[in-house]
């Protein structure tokens, strides 16, 4: 009746919950990988010659000004102390972040578990798209590759992995199916970028060119690499429903499939309390959304001293919304107090072991950056190029920017370091500064979740017990098709002038 006051229902909850647990295997696995590429970056600081180019008072790399550096080679001991020198440097800053971006994500995540509001979550989308999963699924892979086309969200994307890992083996698909409808479209988006931030506003505000300038062959770019990706996706996920067994990480997903699986649990739907829990968390997710229009609406139109931080405010928001609406779904439900601490340090002492991969990744290029080698592997490139034909120097700086991925993730950080030195070049053998744009762009996101150095990748796949052989084996084709594709529209852009 109306006017009575009811007490709120205890949500029924999962005290065997376990949030996110990271697979053990798959944590050795990339730790002594990951220890392997440190010592390799050490062996190249002791075998490629040591020089700089000088830089100009915004700290623009000056072309024709590389010199050879004297003096000995970076110390045996630096090498070995990295993982502590780390946070003497401006890396330490990206690090600290990330790792405190994945302890709120693993906390929240056994709230959502331990509440049962993940389960809610999971149940209503398996009622209301169960005969419509697949224009779902085509759906959210636009939506996460737009927004990172237009507005380069990439760590953020993170968070959502494990729901959509959760939603991905309630309908009937695999762990791989959710991984690529969250992180793998994110990183095409970025790659297929229309006016992203960070790799392509940046770089034409670098060359000179007008802002938004040769977006129409953009516009086909990210069409096309849509349409792969999905060519790809459905029928791997059609198959997958047909025959589960056929999965390669069918093994893995056992545990979680049968948590969640399709057959939910109707009756929870009635359940209020849960609803209002479930209601709260989304709401404040979608919150995200209005950071981001409000990052791209300021994008240039704010103070340098705050251009950093309108930059970053998806990231922050994610983080923070993401959190809150995990702590307050908790609270919802009955989770309060002591117990709701519990549940969220029990979340984050399950993801903390990936803590010293994260920081293997950041010695990789403390390593190279203290070894002083990266100009001169960047001098070498530029003396290749300069005997080239526009195509192939087009190919050779889109090879050069997959090559310094693998120790460089930052698209910022690239276009700064190698525009300065790769623009006036493109001009001399007749490139536009479109076709620079087209050739890092597409060169900078998806190699993110192939290369062993990419701490999202790592966290991703190790959150849901996926091996990095396992991932490779199953991604290796859709990698080398899009690369193909890439490698296409960098041609006949070259060729019909594109400017």
Request: with cysteine; net charge positive.
């Amino acid at each position: 009746m109306k006017g009575k006051t009811k007490a709120p229902a205890q949500a029924p909850q999962n005290e065997s919950a376990q949030g996110l647990k990271l697979d053990k295997k798959t944590l050795i696995t990339m730790g002594v990988l990951l220890l392997g590429i440190v010592v390799f970056a050490g062996a190249l600081t002791q075998l490629v010659p040591r020089g700089e180019y000088q830089t100009d008072a915004v700290g623009n790399i000056i072309p024709d000004s590389y010199t050879r550096l004297e003096g000995a080679k970076l110390p045996l001991w630096k090498i070995l102390a990295s993982p502590v020198l780390i946070f003497t440097e401006g890396a330490a800053t990206t690090g600290v972040a990330i790792i405190l971006f994945i302890v709120l994500i693993g906390g929240t995540f056994l709230i959502l578990d331990k509440s049962g509001v993940l389960k809610y979550i999971l149940t209503a989308v398996v009622s209301k798209f169960k005969a419509r999963k697949y224009i779902l699924l085509s759906l959210v892979v636009f939506i996460f590759m737009l927004l990172a086309a237009v507005v380069g969200i990439m760590e953020e994307s993170l968070t959502l992995v494990p729901l959509a890992v959760a939603i991905s083996l309630a309908l009937g698909w695999d762990s791989l199916v959710g991984i690529a409808m969250s992180l793998i479209a994110v990183a095409f988006g970025y790659s297929a970028a229309l006016f992203n931030p960070f790799n392509v506003i940046l770089v034409q505000e670098l060359a000179g060119l007008p802002i938004f300038s040769g977006l129409w062959y953009r516009l086909i770019v990210f069409v096309l690499v849509y349409l792969v990706f999905i060519a790809f996706l459905i029928p791997y996920a059609k198959k997958i429903e047909k025959r589960p067994e056929k999965s390669i990480v069918y093994e893995s997903d056992k545990a979680v499939r049968e948590k969640y699986a399709g057959d939910a649990d109707m009756a929870l739907l009635e359940d209020k309390n849960l609803r209002k829990a479930a209601m709260t968390f989304v709401g404040c997710v979608l919150g995200v959304f209005a950071a981001v229009a409000v990052s791209f609406a300021l994008q240039g139109r704010v103070p340098e001293s705050l251009a950093g931080f309108i930059g970053y405010l998806p990231t922050i928001a994610m983080a923070l919304l993401f959190t809150i609406g995990g702590l307050l779904a908790g609270r919802i439900t009955g989770l309060r107090g002591k117990k709701l601490l519990a549940a969220f340090g029990q979340g984050v002492k399950a993801i903390a072991p990936a803590i010293p991969l994260l920081l293997l990744v950041i010695c990789v290029t403390f390593v190279l950056s203290e070894g002083k080698i990266i100009h001169t592997i960047l001098y070498w490139v530029y003396e290749l190029m300069k005997g080239l034909t526009p195509a192939a120097s087009l190919l050779v700086l889109f090879l050069f920017v997959m090559v310094l991925e693998f120790f460089i993730a930052s698209g910022s950080a690239k276009a700064f370091l190698i525009m300065p030195i790769v623009l006036p070049l493109a001009q001399m053998v007749g490139l536009s500064g479109q076709n620079v744009v087209l050739a890092f762009m597409l060169s900078d996101g998806f190699c993110n979740i192939v290369y062993p150095t990419s701490s999202l990748m790592i966290l991703a796949i190790g959150m849901v017990g996926i091996s990095y052989g396992r991932y490779m084996k199953w991604f290796w084709k859709l990698f080398l098709a899009q690369m193909a594709l890439s490698v296409a529209a960098m041609l006949v852009a070259a060729a019909i002038g594109y400017s």
